[in-house]
T-cell receptor, first 115, second 109 residues
Framework: DAGVIQSPRHEVTEMGQEVTLRCKPISGHNSLFWYRQTMMRGLELLIYFNNNVPIDDSGMPEDRFSAKMPNASFSTLKIQPSEPRDSAVYFC?????????????FGPGTRLTVL | KNEVEQSPQNLTAQEGEFITINCSYSVGISALHWLQQHPGGGIVSLFMLSSGKKKHGRLIATINIQEKHSSLHITASHPRDSAVYICAVPEGGSEKLVFGKGMKLTVNP
């Protein structure tokens, strides 16, 4: 398996622009996670899905952030409008079992810079 | 909410040394995760354990459920072990992980 795939790997955009990050989980995994990593706050969970349904979005910072999982093999994280404080590395991860009882496999991350 | 503390925050060692990284958490859990983040940024899951000890190569992870404490040991450390090691625990019975701030390890040749 190719592992978790994320695109783009790097994104530089200007404040106010819409940004869409994409993730393809490992085939057969039924849980998908979006994380954000910054120097100040470390790794934080933004949202996770189980069987394509959003389960916990309490980590989504504000209404500018939205995430979708239209099918088992694809998810998007959208920021509209983007702001400089959104600059971070965004990771997607997937796992095969519910309840925190399975290894999470991380994608390579998308490094976002908002100017 | 589970609070995860890691110590030390930074560690510099010489090649060959035995290294221990500690993790404490505040609320009982079903399993604890150890992750490794390479200097290039990629994150790899090293262990997931709910009791006792697990070993993979030169890495050994232990957990004491009663004391809410886990340790990650590296035997015969090597410069390629240089990375940030992150401990994480699930929040409640969910899949939501709460992360420690990580420990940056530098192993010098």
């Amino acid at each position: 398996d190719a592992g978790v795939i994320q695109s783009p790997r790097h994104e530089v955009t200007e404040m106010g622009q819409e940004v869409t990050l994409r993730c393809k989980p490992i085939s057969g995994h039924n849980s998908l996670f979006w994380y954000r990593q910054t120097m100040m706050r470390g790794l934080e969970l933004l949202i996770y899905f189980n069987n394509n349904v959003p389960i916990d979005d309490s980590g989504m910072p504000e209404d500018r952030f939205s995430a979708k999982m239209p099918n088992a093999s694809f998810s998007t994280l959208k920021i509209q409008p983007s702001e400089p404080r959104d600059s971070a590395v965004y990771f997607c991860a997937s796992s095969g079992l519910a309840g925190g009882g399975d290894t999470q496999y991380f994608g390579p991350g998308t490094r976002l810079t908002v100017l | 909410k589970n609070e995860v503390e890691q110590s030390p925050q930074n560690l510099t060692a010489q090649e060959g040394e035995f290294i221990t990284i500690n993790c404490s958490y505040s609320v009982g859990i079903s399993a604890l995760h150890w992750l490794q983040q390479h200097p290039g940024g990629g994150i790899v899951s090293l262990f997931m354990l709910s009791s006792g000890k697990k070993k993979h190569g030169r890495l050994i992870a232990t957990i004491n459920i009663q004391e809410k404490h886990s340790s990650l040991h590296i035997t015969a450390s090597h410069p390629r072990d240089s990375a940030v090691y992150i401990c994480a625990v699930p929040e409640g019975g969910s899949e939501k992980l709460v992360f420690g701030k990580g420990m940056k390890l530098t192993v010098n040749p």
